[in-house]
């Protein structure tokens, strides 16, 4: 217990140090809608933001989420020209109905698959729906875990701030 | 460069794949040397059962086709342990009213911590304790085979005599070896042939013959001192005499079920006196591994 | 243990440096911990420790190309439902990977999948307690555009030690339109793999194999809003060590999964299909266990959220099951009469999951049996058959509603004996209500109702009829609040009739999150994929805290 407190103690007092680090994309394939592989270092928006959400067809809130900024995604990029990439982490088991489900509900997203999560593990999340912020450098500067009823306004405050 | 680290890759990977023809039974190996004079390592394999378990037959066939191979150097105990899979129905039920449990089975299930991972399990000589001496009727098999090609540290004898009211069972140990350490003696009483209800894969067996099955221990679960001392030598010898009686230990039992065991109903007794055997294993008490395990009857008359 | 707490913090030290020079470090941590009080009522066992917990650290570094990172993780003790053998603390898994000129090169642990894992997977599945990561060396090479090519050797994960069997693998893959620079509209995606495994054997009446290989072939078609996949898999004969004549088997193993969708605005369909014969593939051929499993045949049935859909779950039988399912997913059009203001979208599932006819391939001296490659009328494994609304009334209301009926075989399922409790049907409704009180404000309702119809026949009875109640009050961005109850109103057995009452507070602020709660959790199964874990019943306290940096 003690040993685990004093490794919990060093983490973050490193924390503090390392936490205003801005973090890079890092070197991995997803697989697009089409079954082409695309490297995730290759997003670009023009030196606009990009909104990076890991989703799943299984998972509620996330949907939400996606579902939730869709309404207002046209109003987003006309203010600020944001691109919003959703990746879905759904595996072998529902991997088939992210075409379907996207489609039908209208998404203009970009969508990625990252069946095997090797993605999801390089950026360090743990659950879904987890939300990423980046920059026009391509530096991830904000993310947000979980979702709530309204966060999108807190996001879109993000969003708006570095695409001044 | 990348290319000749794929051929050796290619190469190596899609070679190793091995297509078996049949018939498949090679019906060899399996026996080991007979010489009577000298002592054999002999092995206990605990099969932790319950009646209720469907899987656990599987593994009690496995235990026999393993002694039918290797013949009297494999003991099997059953212990019927935990409320999962050994409890009893209660007595209005028509089936699986009977009561297999004991006390020195729960001691020993609770402290290896068998039946919570699931039965069937077994231990093989108790080896590799902690960690992996749980073992799958799979492991079985490697584990006996190891044990087989171990030394052998002592020697046990079993006789027993019968006194007009009680058995009396007398335990001699030879050490083969000088060696120092903490031994234990334990000494159990098994009782073969019992013929009753056995959930066997997707049937109901009323007629399933239990063999081997563990009704008590005379020592405690964790015996008696085999030596005073921690040193032994090569060819010293010590005798151990205990006294039963039958009577008293399926009252025991029957009482232990009743009282303490959960939805205990008693029904623990119709003891066969003739199918009673004793069962004696000496372990180290550094880490539980059994040394040398011996099997006799018991003298009822 | 003291040497590792001082070597994490000269690791931190060197990082900080290691930070100053264009490289990152980021992890994420995970605190899971439980306590446990005894409860008679709902057969709920007390923890000796009284509190437990699971909790791990990731960390990675990453400089330019070149990335290295481990995870420490830490079980004192693991909750009651993860395995017993997670135990204790340690690092079980370090990796070290870099990438040059389309070499990627990874050494340490890593996880892997070929094709839709028919015949191969590594993942971890925390909720689960599933993580059976390889460790040895990975080579990924593009080899021309278009083509890809990975191969490993390694072994296996499990708990804090690693199987026995030793697994060399390799995976091709061509695009052909990239390869051959076709410009045609339609892709083709063709994929082929390969897994050996290498385990010691020494069995003194049956020659085993040591070497067990494992084949699959993969097609990927897509044109516009269509998309087919198809992949077969083979496996050549893997026998379990033992002496008896009926227990081993030499049968080889095929399994085959073909999926095709259809998608566009609006609209989309999805039809699969799979079937699965003595698939199975253990990384210790004599263990059993899901720790041991190494390739992934998904079950294929919907992955339900709300928990009376999922309170039968159906698990993946490896060994022989045929599956078929089919959703439909449709956008009924803004404006229109059905549609209402905003639209309303429908998702219609269907799946159904039967036995094999005569069971597994079975292959030894005294049988030889292959059985029938499509036969729908074998015996039920599960069947499942929803429709799913989703619906925004006005700018503060939005509902979910779900009707429902599912068929599952517990007796099969669950390894039960066959009549004693026979097959289940349940017809399930959901309806889950969100009211926007104000700005950042929700209150959102769920009512939940099972109503479980058994054989008369059965001889034992299950559970009967629930219903469930939840409200959760949320403050965005960063207040959560739920309370919910699961009755089991319509249990025969009057004494069983019980509530399990849970209550739930969480705070979430960036990539951090913190909750707390309390209450009964009912013994249950709880499935991902397929693959089935036993919850034991609870009650207590529990903290979940979770933070990225």
């Known amino acids: 217990m003690k040993q685990l407190s004093i490794i919990l103690i060093a983490t973050f007092l490193n924390v503090g140090t390392i936490f205003s680090q801005e973090r890079s994309l890092p070197n991995i394939d997803v697989k697009t809608l089409d079954g082409a592989t695309f490297n995730i270092q290759n997003l670009e928006n023009e030196n606009n933001p990009i909104v990076i959400s890991f989703w799943a067809t299984w998972c509620k809130p996330c949907k939400k989420e996606l579902n939730n900024i869709a309404e207002i995604y046209e109003d987003w990029q006309d203010e600020t020209g944001v691109k919003v990439v959703a990746i879905s982490i759904d595996d072998t088991r529902s991997m088939s109905k992210v075409a379907p489900y996207v489609n039908s509900s209208d998404w203009e997203y970009e969508i990625y698959l990252d069946s095997n999560s090797d993605l999801k593990r390089a950026l360090g999340v743990s659950s879904v729906p987890h939300t990423f912020l980046i920059n026009s450098e391509g530096k991830i500067v904000w993310q947000h875990k979980g979702y709530i009823d309204g966060d999108e306004d807190e996001l879109y405050e993000q969003i708006q701030a570095i695409s001044k | 460069m990348k290319k000749i680290i794929y051929s050796l890759f290619l190469l190596s990977i899609i070679s190793s794949c091995e297509v078996i023809e049949g018939p498949y039974m090679t019906g060899n190996g399996g026996g080991v040397d007979t010489n009577s004079n000298q002592y054999v390592k002999n092995i206990l394999i605990e099969d932790f059962t319950g009646h209720l378990c469907q899987n656990c037959p599987d593994a009690a066939r496995e235990l026999e086709a393993i002694h039918d191979l290797y013949g009297s150097q494999i003991i099997g105990l059953a212990l019927h342990v935990g409320s999962t899979f050994a409890r009893p129905y209660p007595l209005s039920q028509p089936k699986f009213t009977y009561d297999f449990r004991t006390k020195w089975g729960e001691e020993l299930d609770g402290f290896f911590n068998i039946s919570d991972a699931g039965l069937p399990k077994g231990m093989i000589n108790r080896i590799d304790y902690p960690g992996d001496h749980r073992k799958n009727k799979g492991q079985w098999l490697a584990s006996v085979q190891q044990e087989l090609d171990k030394e052998v540290v002592f020697g046990l004898n079993i006789n027993s005599s019968f006194d007009g009211n009680n058995s009396i069972i007398d335990i001699s140990t030879d050490a083969l070896k000088d060696i120092s350490g903490d031994y234990k003696l334990v000494v159990c009483l098994t009782e073969n042939e019992i013929t009753n209800w056995q959930k066997d894969g997707v049937i109901e067996d009323e007629n399933y013959i239990h063999n081997h099955v563990l009704r008590s221990l005379i020592t405690s679960a964790w015996g008696d001192d085999v030596s005073l001392s921690t040193n032994i030598s090569n060819g010293e010898n010590y005798t151990h005499n205990y006294s039963v009686n039958l009577a008293d230990l399926e009252n025991f039992n029957i009482d232990y079920s009743n009282n303490t065991l959960f939805q205990g109903n008693g029904e623990s007794g119709g003891w066969n006196q003739n199918n009673i055997s004793i069962l004696a294993y000496i372990y180290d008490n550094s880490n539980y591994e059994i040394l040398q395990v011996e099997y006799a009857s018991l003298a009822t008359n | ?549």
């Not at chain 3, 990975?138 to 499990?158: A, D, E, H, N, V």
């Not at chain 3, 077969?232 to 085959?256: C, H, L, M, R, T």
């Not at chain 3, 619906?391 to 009926?405: D, E, H, L, P, Q």
């Not at chain 3, 913190?514 to 499935?527: A, D, L, N, T, V």
């Open chain 3, 1 to 549: 243990m003291k040497n590792i707490s001082l070597g994490f913090i000269l690791f931190f030290l060197s990082i900080n440096i290691f930070a100053q020079n264009n490289g990152e470090i980021h992890g994420d941590f995970d605190l899971n911990m439980q306590s446990y009080i005894e409860d008679a009522t709902i057969n709920a066992v007390a923890a000796d420790e009284v509190i437990r917990n699971n909790s791990f650290l990731n960390i990675i570094f990453t400089k330019n190309n070149f990335s290295a990172g481990l995870r420490y993780e830490s079980y004192l003790n693991a909750l009651l439902d993860y395995d017993d053998d997670f135990k204790g603390n340690g690092i079980p898994y370090r990796f070290a990977t870099y990438s040059i000129e389309g070499l990627e090169v990874t050494a340490g642990n890593f996880y892997e999948q070929f094709g839709s894992g028919l015949i191969f997977r590594s993942y971890e599945e925390k909720g689960l307690g599933i993580d059976n990561a390889m460790d040895g060396i990975r080579l990924k090479y593009k080899l021309l555009k278009g083509i890809s090519l990975k191969t490993f050797i390694g072994k296996s994960r499990t708990y804090f030690t690693y199987a026995n069997g030793i697994f060399r693998g390799i995976d091709g893959e061509i695009d052909l339109n990239e390869t051959l620079k076709l410009q045609s509209k339609t892709r083709y995606i063709f994929g082929g793999s390969f897994i050996s495994r290498y385990q010691q054997r020494n069995n003194p009446v049956f020659e085993l194999p040591q070497n067990v290989g494992l084949y699959a072939g993969r097609l990927n078609i897509i044109n516009g809003g269509w998309n087919y996949y198809g992949e077969y898999a083979y496996k050549i004969n893997d026998p379990v060590n033992s002496i008896q004549e009926d227990a081993v088997n030499y049968a080889s193993g095929n399994a085959f999964t073909s999926s095709l969708t259809f998608s566009k605005r609006g609209f989309g369909i999805t039809g699969e299909i799979h079937r699965a014969d003595n698939m199975l593939l253990l990384s210790d051929r004599d263990r059993i266990g899901k720790a041991y499993i190494m390739n992934y045949i998904p079950t294929l049935s919907k992955p339900h959220a709300y928990t009376l859909l999922a309170l039968y779950p159906c698990a993946t039988q490896a060994m022989g099951e045929l599956g078929v399912q089919l959703d439909i997913f449709y956008k009924i059009k803004k404006g229109s009469l059905l549609g209402g203001k905003y639209g309303t979208k429908l998702n219609l599932n269907f799946s159904r999951i039967n036995g094999l006819k005569g069971g597994t391939s079975i292959l030894n001296d005294n049988v030889n049996f292959t059985p029938e490659i499509l036969s729908f009328n074998e015996e039920l494994y599960y069947s499942d058959i929803n429709l799913e609304v989703n619906k925004k009334v006005n700018k503060r209301i939005r509902y979910n509603f779900v009707i429902a009926n599912q068929t599952y075989n517990k007796d099969f399922l669950e390894g039960k004996t066959p009549g004693e409790y026979g097959v289940i049907n349940s017809t399930i409704g959901v309806l889950d209500l969100s009211y926007k009180i104000k700005k950042g404000h929700t209150l959102r309702m769920e009512v939940q109702t099972l109503i479980a119809k058994q054989l008369e026949t059965a001889s034992k009875k299950e559970e009967g009829d629930w219903v469930m109640a939840l409200a959760e009050y949320t403050i965005s961005p960063n207040w959560f609040f739920t309370i919910q109850d699961m009755y089991n109103y319509g249990n025969d057995d009057e004494s069983k009739r019980l509530h399990y009452i849970n209550i739930n507070f969480g705070f979430l602020k960036g990539a951090n999150r913190f909750s707390i709660g309390y209450g009964k959790k009912r013994e249950g199964i709880f499935c991902v994929g397929g693959v089935c874990k036993l919850v034991p019943s609870s009650n207590g306290l529990n903290l979940n805290i979770t933070s990225s940096f």
